[in-house]
């Protein structure tokens, strides 16, 4: 039931294209130009008096959710929050009728989603509930749902379904933006094209995973390190640090590139692995001058670069793994990948349980 793979967290990282493919299908119209989400209860009406919106999830589907926030309010202007579920309820959130509740849960059972998910409804917010499990409690109970269609997810740490999440927010997000015209439908149909080369630039991606695997091998040797970003980069630099303290049991963390000089420079030593994605090219000049005072403190440098930077990055860092190019807006959808392989890597070559880390469950059932 492994399909030739050691393990399910590797079956389901390379089951990736066929998850963004999955999820895209039915979806974007014959001519490549709009999105279509007939399983939507909720009209164009409804969906032009929202004027607020608050993604809420846990974990891994939580970053998601980052990723999601930014996707929203470029494509559709319209202002996000995101909430950790477990501390939602209990900071008296604004939540009006105009608000938009979008609950993000692999397996939608998830207690504290739910119940998040609850008092939204409570407080009179519709809520879109976007789940990989058809007829599960999230799926059941919200008033639209978007089913992302990365198949069942048996490894404890989530891959395929965060980046499955990603794409069903990048969906509604041009679904959203066709409906209020805030991109034009050149812009939409442009997107939309990046979209569909994704699943083959993944596969790009995975093709080159033994270069990440030797990385992986000497961070296996450490006990703690920095994952830096900035934008987008910042919001998968959470999701790699997740990954990889979940597999491997290496503490790591990830801060915004332009926050670590406020303070945990100080944690910066002689030798320490940093791992810094520089995949935003409006804010690439800006992350280089932070590498650079890493890179000071004799921090290890792995970059996650655009191609065509690598003679470039070269100067700066000491490793570097080169993604294919798409928009800005598309990059976690690919940057993501490498950081999952590096923890999948991390954690093998420390001899640990991949899909079955210590202390953890696949669903969460307990607030
Ligand atoms: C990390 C991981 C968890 C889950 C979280 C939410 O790899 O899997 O952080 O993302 O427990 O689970 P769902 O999405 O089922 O609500």
Redesign the pocket.
């Given at each position: 039931e492994k399909a030739g793979f050691d393990h399910f967290m590797l079956k389901e990282i390379y089951e990736q294209p066929k998850a963004y493919r999955d999820t895209m299908r039915g979806r974007i119209s014959e001519d490549g130009r709009s999105v279509v989400l007939p399983e939507l209860n909720m009209t164009p009406e409804i969906l032009r008096g929202i004027n607020r919106v608050h993604i809420v999830?846990?974990?891994?589907?939580m970053h998601a959710g980052l990723v999601g926030k930014t996707i929203i309010e470029q494509l559709a202007r319209i202002p996000v929050e995101t909430d950790v579920a477990s501390e939602y309820r209990y900071r008296s959130p604004i939540i009006t009728p105009d608000t938009l509740v979008i609950v993000?849960?692999?397996?939608?059972?998830?207690a504290d989603?739910l119940a998040a998910l609850r008092e939204a409804q409570r407080c009179g917010a519709r809520v879109l509930a976007i789940t990989n499990v058809v007829g599960s409690s999230v799926a059941r109970e919200a008033d639209d749902v978007i089913i992302t269609l990365a198949g069942p997810e048996i490894a404890?740490?989530?891959t395929k379904?965060?980046t499955s999440q990603l794409i069903a927010f990048y969906l509604f997000g041009l679904y959203w933006a066709q409906t209020l015209g805030t991109k034009t439908a050149d812009e939409v149909a442009h997107i939309l094209a990046a979209m569909q080369s994704l699943p083959e630039q993944v596969e790009k991606i995975l093709a080159q995973a033994e270069t990440v695997k030797a990385v992986a091998e000497e961070i296996s040797k450490h006990s703690n390190l920095f994952f830096i970003g900035r934008g987008l980069d910042y919001a998968v630099a959470l999701e790699g640090s997740?990954?990889l303290k979940?597999i491997s049991y290496i503490h790591s963390e990830a801060y915004a590139a332009g926050e670590l000089k406020h303070g945990t420079l100080a944690l910066i030593e002689d030798g320490i692995p940093v791992i810094a994605l520089m995949t935003q090219e409006e804010l690439y000049e800006k992350t280089l001058s932070n590498i650079k005072e890493v890179k000071a403190r004799g921090a290890h440098v792995l970059g996650i670069i655009n191609e065509g930077h690598e003679a470039e990055a070269a100067k700066s860092v000491d490793h570097q793994f080169a993604i294919p190019r798409t928009l800005t807006l598309l990059t976690p959808a690919l940057s993501v990948v490498p950081l999952q392989l590096l923890s999948y890597y991390a954690s093998l070559a420390l001899g640990h349980d991949v899909d079955k880390p210590r202390n953890l469950a696949?669903?969460?059932t307990v607030e």
């Amino acid at each position: 039931e492994k399909a030739g793979f050691d393990h399910f967290m590797l079956k389901e990282i390379y089951e990736q294209p066929k998850a963004y493919r999955d999820t895209m299908r039915g979806r974007i119209s014959e001519d490549g130009r709009s999105v279509v989400l007939p399983e939507l209860n909720m009209t164009p009406e409804i969906l032009r008096g929202i004027n607020r919106v608050h993604i809420v999830a846990c974990g891994t589907a939580m970053h998601a959710g980052l990723v999601g926030k930014t996707i929203i309010e470029q494509l559709a202007r319209i202002p996000v929050e995101t909430d950790v579920a477990s501390e939602y309820r209990y900071r008296s959130p604004i939540i009006t009728p105009d608000t938009l509740v979008i609950v993000v849960s692999q397996s939608g059972e998830t207690a504290d989603t739910l119940a998040a998910l609850r008092e939204a409804q409570r407080c009179g917010a519709r809520v879109l509930a976007i789940t990989n499990v058809v007829g599960s409690s999230v799926a059941r109970e919200a008033d639209d749902v978007i089913i992302t269609l990365a198949g069942p997810e048996i490894a404890v740490a989530s891959t395929k379904a965060y980046t499955s999440q990603l794409i069903a927010f990048y969906l509604f997000g041009l679904y959203w933006a066709q409906t209020l015209g805030t991109k034009t439908a050149d812009e939409v149909a442009h997107i939309l094209a990046a979209m569909q080369s994704l699943p083959e630039q993944v596969e790009k991606i995975l093709a080159q995973a033994e270069t990440v695997k030797a990385v992986a091998e000497e961070i296996s040797k450490h006990s703690n390190l920095f994952f830096i970003g900035r934008g987008l980069d910042y919001a998968v630099a959470l999701e790699g640090s997740l990954k990889l303290k979940e597999i491997s049991y290496i503490h790591s963390e990830a801060y915004a590139a332009g926050e670590l000089k406020h303070g945990t420079l100080a944690l910066i030593e002689d030798g320490i692995p940093v791992i810094a994605l520089m995949t935003q090219e409006e804010l690439y000049e800006k992350t280089l001058s932070n590498i650079k005072e890493v890179k000071a403190r004799g921090a290890h440098v792995l970059g996650i670069i655009n191609e065509g930077h690598e003679a470039e990055a070269a100067k700066s860092v000491d490793h570097q793994f080169a993604i294919p190019r798409t928009l800005t807006l598309l990059t976690p959808a690919l940057s993501v990948v490498p950081l999952q392989l590096l923890s999948y890597y991390a954690s093998l070559a420390l001899g640990h349980d991949v899909d079955k880390p210590r202390n953890l469950a696949k669903s969460v059932t307990v607030e």
